[in-house]
């Protein structure tokens, strides 16, 4: 056993030191060139200043930095820490003296200075050579070498340089389908560079459109303001449920005008409401019968849609009686029509009612029907 | 005769050792000559005042390119040489045609220190590794 750990143990310890001597190479190396590269960036992030600033301290850094490389995959760390210690200590130095705004390298300026004696041909200069070829001489141009974009553009053509959005609406001309117009008035973009005047569609400018983005949803309408309405005719019923969009109806019958199917027992004709049918009183009396309730109903109702008509009322009789008699009755017959009227809600003021006996007749008072036609009640219209 | 026959066999065997062995510090000590005196041309043209970083670098490669000829690296040392050379030739051109000017501040004998100076007290010696 002991012998065995004799005669093992210098080889373990000659592994375990190369092991070591492994591990710290490999950290060395990885440091050094760790090292290396970031001297290799700082030089070329000064290269162009430190050109003109520090040409020394630059070439010494580039050089010790390719050095110390070199010295690196040699494996040659201590040659190679050298060098890199020197390429770090210019490269800072380069770094230094190239702070200046001056180092700056706009053009490596070839110093040609023309020796005393030395005749120089210069050309005359030709003013109206165009080297755009954009029409505008150079000499009148800003921009000699670059062609203005001709599409009517005043001020390209005064400074001769050229223009690439002339509408300013960001779309570059070639883009641009509209290139003289902007394409985003009144805050809306429009699309290729043109302008969207009707952002909804729905016909009124969004200029005049009081709701730009909301279309008036219903075909075939539009106001001023181009704002939806969802109820054109304001009959309650939404347009979208409504047959009869333009004209006011109840929802029982979909929005549509209920069609007045009564017969139409009064109507306004010329200066009078003529009576389709006669006002039936109780015989030799002014009581008016149930049966022309209807009719008075609508001799009502045309009053209050024309609440400017004034009318007179007049009754009527046949040539049976005194005339005295039938002066009274016609007076009262026109009297209770007038009255039925004003509980109807009709201005007794509007109204005035008189009574003619049977001094106008319209028709025979010898027979019959004659009489019969001839009691009557008239409303004539007064005024309007 | 056949003592001259094998005389000539040795000596061509030798030349072709010779020519085996000597192909790289040959070709390298004649680079690192033609650097060494395209270097003095540009020394001789003061091409240190007027292009200093090409002369420099030639300065750099070609000490590089000795140094490794030493260590017996004849083709770093070739490499070097000849990248030596062109710096040097390109310090004589820029000499002629594009001579530095100096720095733009702080004149030709600019330092780091006085950059530094300008800024703090301070300064900071540097070493260009050059004897």
């Known amino acids: ?384 | 005769m056949k003592t001259g026959i094998a005389k000539s066999w040795v000596v061509v065997l030798l030349l072709v050792c010779f020519g085996l062995t000597a192909c790289g510090p040959v070709q390298s000590t004649t680079r690192i000559s033609n650097a060494e005196v395209a270097l003095e041309r540009a020394r001789v043209n003061d091409a240190e005042m007027h292009s200093p970083y090409e002369y420099y670098r030639a300065r750099h490669y070609l000490h590089k390119a000795k140094e490794e000829w030493g260590y017996s690296n004849f083709e770093a040392a070739r490499d070097y040489a000849v990248e030596a050379q062109r710096a040097a030739t390109a310090a004589i051109d820029n000499t002629r045609e594009a001579p530095w000017r100096g720095h733009p501040v702080l004149g030709r004998d600019a330092r780091p220190e006085d950059v530094e100076a300008m800024d703090s007290d301070e300064l900071d010696p540097f070493d260009d590794g050059l004897d």
Not at chain 1, 43 to 53: H, K, L, M, Q, T
Not at chain 1, 247 to 257: D, I, V, Y
């Open chain 1, 1 to 384: 056993m002991v012998h065995a750990l004799t005669t093992q143990l210098p080889g373990r310890l000659l592994l375990v030191g190369l092991l070591l001597c492994g591990t710290v190479g490999c950290a060395t190396g990885g440091k050094l060139a760790a090292q290396a590269d970031e001297i290799e960036a700082m030089n070329a992030s000064i290269e162009s200043r430190a050109y003109r600033c520090a040409p020394r301290e630059l070439a010494t850094a580039q050089a010790h930095v390719d050095f110390g490389k070199y010295e690196l995959r040699k494996g040659n760390f201590v040659r190679a820490g050298q060098h890199l210690e020197i390429a770090e200590a210019n490269a800072r130095a380069a770094r230094t003296l190239s702070q200046f705004e001056e180092c700056e390298l706009h053009d490596r300026v070839i110093d040609t200075a023309v020796a005393e004696g030395v005749e120089v041909d210069v050309d005359p200069v030709d003013f109206m050579w165009d080297s755009d070829g954009d029409g505008i001489p150079d000499h009148l141009s800003q921009c000699p070498h670059e062609p203005i974009v001709f599409i009517g553009d005043p001020e390209q053509e005064a400074t001769g340089c050229p223009n690439y959005d002339i509408d300013g609406d960001g779309v570059p001309n070639i883009l641009d389908h509209c290139p003289s117009i902007p394409g985003n008035v009144d805050g809306f973009s429009g699309v290729n560079g043109c302008p969207m005047l009707d952002v909804d569609g729905d016909g009124v400018l969004n200029i005049n459109d009081s709701c730009p983005m909301e279309p008036v949803e219903f075909i075939g309408y539009q106001d001023e303001t181009g704002c939806p309405n969802p109820d054109v005719d304001g009959d309650g019923v939404p347009n979208i449920l409504d047959e009869c969009p333009f004209e006011p109806g109840p929802a029982a019958n979909a929005g549509c005008p209920v069609e007045d199917d009564r017969e139409r027992l009064a109507e306004v004709v010329g200066d009078r409401i003529q009576l389709n049918q006669r006002v039936f009183f109780e015989t030799a009396e002014a009581v008016i019968l149930p049966q022309s309730y209807p009719l008075l109903n609508q001799v009502a109702e045309i009053l209050e849609e024309n609440p400017d008509i004034t009318i007179e009322i007049q009754g009527h009789t046949d040539s049976r009686g005194s005339w005295e008699y039938n002066k009274r009755l016609s007076e009262n017959r026109a009297a209770s029509v007038r009255q039925f009227l004003i509980e109807r809600g009709i201005s007794a003021t509007r109204m005035t009612s008189e009574g003619y006996s049977f001094d106008q007749p319209i028709d025979d008072n010898s027979t019959e029907e004659g009489r019969a036609n001839n009691r009557r009640v008239e409303i004539h219209i007064t005024g309007r």
